[in-house]
């Protein structure tokens, strides 16, 4: 999963290192893929362990869960944070005032 993981939360990072919504689906659908499995491998995992009464796998895969629950909230939170926050607004063009002597707006 880190094979997927970090390219995917690579491509939330801006030249400068802040987070920024990608262009395109490609992150978002790595990132879900990552951190779906990041979870999931380990669930099945401890499914597999009880099945077989291994106690000592069994608490390996649930540490293996908890690691991948902790990763999903780490990284998945400032990425949904990263889509909504808004471009910063340009600062709008003063008006040009029309004074009395034509000096006021160029062109007039």
Request: hydrophobic share 45%.
């Amino acid at each position: 999963m880190p094979l997927i993981l970090l390219p995917a939360f690579a491509r939330y990072l801006d030249d400068r290192g802040n987070l920024q919504p990608p262009h395109g689906p490609a992150g978002p659908i790595m990132l879900a893929i990552a951190l779906t499995g990041a979870v999931a491998l380990p669930v099945i995992g401890v499914v597999l362990a009880r099945r077989r009464g291994d106690r000592q796998w069994t608490a390996h895969h649930c540490a293996a869960a908890a690691i991948g629950l902790g990763l999903t909230a780490v990284v998945a939170l400032p990425t949904t944070a990263a889509h909504r926050s808004h471009a910063p607004v340009e600062p709008a063009q003063p008006h040009c005032q029309a004074v009395s002597g034509g000096r006021g707006c160029p062109g007039g």
